[in-house]
């Protein structure tokens, strides 16, 4: 009889640990949108760019269980975060969507997006959703204050002369990129960062002027079980999830993204912004702790 009783008790354990993570991944983990830190250090940083955080969100998919209230949430968090530099990529409205979003809530969405801070600039890139509204994407990062740098770079600076590079790159998925006039005039010796919302165009990007890839698309699979997960789009067979080193040189990062499609549930897969940290490698070496 104890034995059963043993049985029993650990049953319930386990079916309360199960729907414990069931109610969560349902009910609160979608919008429980998490920061993770990242450091980037390297000798072709300017010393003028040490300690600049660069916050990279992506896949908000505004419109189908992202709504105004989670976004609100979402800014609020960024502004917080400190983040010199803020940049997008990709999926900003979930197109089967987008029709049927009335004109007060796109004047939310730009009010909550141009409210977000960032010193050093605002910058985006289009991702396999927005091709298909791309007016009212073009128009509401526009009215947000984000520049669209797709197939295009920009220097970034702070205050000074000494940059590096952000190239942005199309989605290779609904878009269509073009790598060499992304990067075009890039220094060979400057630190390059360059975002595209697939994951896997970072097989066909400049590999020898290229430092850091962010991505995204993915969603990380939104509910991950190890052996399979809920979304696994195109573009993703190569680099997936999580963060990759090409060559020994190129890192890529592939963010989970902040909205959810299909389903909206998250399991294994956090709903995040990431904030990477530049630093002058020199400058690190140099620096001793005190005692």
Known sequence: ????NKVILLFIILASI???LFFDAYNNAPSRFTVRFETVSSTRIPEQLNNVNILYFSDLHFGLFMDVYRLEKLVTLINNSGADVVIFGGDLFHSDTVNSINYETIQNVKTLL???KAPLGKFAVYGDQDHNNLDIVNETLFDSDFEVINNNNIKLRNKGSQ??????IDSEDNGNINIEQAYNNI????YTIAVCHTPDTVTKIEKNLTDLYLSGHSLAGQAYFI???LYKPEYTSLYY???HLIDNKIKVDI???VGTVIKDVRFLSNAEIVIYTLKHKEFQENTTLPE
């Open 1 to 4: 009889m104890k034995i059963v």
């Open 18 to 20: 199960v729907g414990g």
């Open 114 to 116: 141009k409210e977000i």
């Open 163 to 168: 940059s590096i590079n952000i190239v942005g």
């Open 187 to 190: 220094p060979k010796l400057s």
């Open 227 to 229: 052996i399979d997960s």
């Open 241 to 243: 999830r999580g963060k």
């Open 255 to 257: 963010s989970s993204g």
